[in-house]
């Protein structure tokens, strides 16, 4: 069974930095995409950032320059590394990969349950 796992989330102060990881398992032919999306209380679930399986990345305006995406192709993994984190970076992040579980299959969309990152003021 294809999943994805995240790990990292915590409580941290402003100002301070977290790395968040997420490893995809089961039988997986190719990952594509692969994404990290977040949801604060209240609010909808927005991109963070993204990566491309050629390493192009994407980021959400309010992250720009803070956080950055890097992904292990030989390992599946995807993270996400933050700094100078604000209250408002508070939510439940998400990891997301598009993934072929065939050669001969389409691929599909997964998401992680998500991880908890708490920035206190």
């Known amino acids: 069974q294809v999943q994805l796992v995240e790990s990292g989330g915590d409580l941290v102060q402003s100002g301070g930095s977290l790395r968040l990881s997420c490893a995809a398992s089961?039988?997986?032919?190719?990952?594509?995409?692969m994404a990290w999306y977040r949801q604060a209380p209240g609010k909808q679930r927005e991109l963070v950032a993204s990566i491309t399986n050629t390493g192009s990345t994407n980021y959400a305006d309010s992250v720009k320059g803070r956080f950055t995406i890097s992904r292990d192709n030989a390992k599946k993994m995807v993270n996400l590394q933050m700094i100078s984190l604000k209250p408002e970076d508070t939510a439940v992040y998400y990891c997301?990969?598009?993934?072929?579980?065939?050669?001969?299959?389409?691929?599909?969309?997964?998401w992680g349950h998500g991880t908890q990152v708490t920035v206190s003021s």
């Open positions: 997301t990969a598009e993934m072929y579980e065939t050669a001969w299959g389409g691929p599909k969309d997964y």
């Open positions: 089961g039988y997986i032919f190719g990952i594509n995409d």
